[in-house]
């Protein structure tokens, strides 16, 4: 069975970081392309950054760049969202989505995880 768990989120206060992971299981990671997704309450889910299966990077949003990284670990076939400086705004579940493919175009990722609550709050 194809998974994607992702896990690392919690509350932080601003200013501060978290390292979300996204961890696959039935599939190697390694060949999809990888997105993070994020939605916050009452509004539409939005990319955030992909890696795509070449190791290329996409940023979808402007307000997280110079702040989150994104990053593969190929032996644990795991992908990580590397979050600094954190806002209230970046508040949201984070979803990671894969894509067969290998691209970064937000139709093709088919495969999603449950997503990881993230509230930055002081």
């Known amino acids: 069975q194809l998974q994607l768990v992702e896990s690392g989120g919690g509350l932080v206060q601003p200013g501060g970081s978290l390292r979300l992971s996204c961890a696959a299981s039935g599939l190697t990671l390694e060949s999809y392309a990888v997105g993070w997704f994020r939605q916050a309450p009452g509004k539409e889910r939005e990319g955030v950054l992909c890696?795509?299966?070449?190791?290329?990077?996409?940023n979808y949003v402007d307000s997280v760049k110079g702040r989150f990284t994104i990053s593969r670990d190929n032996a644990k076939n795991t992908v990580y969202l590397q979050m600094n400086s954190l806002k209230p705004e970046d508040t949201a579940v984070y979803y990671c989505?894969?894509?067969?493919?290998?691209?970064?175009?937000?139709?093709?990722?088919?495969?999603w995880g449950q997503g990881t609550q993230v509230t930055v709050s002081s």
């Open positions: 989505a894969a894509d067969e493919l290998g691209s970064c175009w937000v139709p093709l990722f088919g495969l």
């Open positions: 890696i795509s299966s070449s190791g290329g990077i996409t």
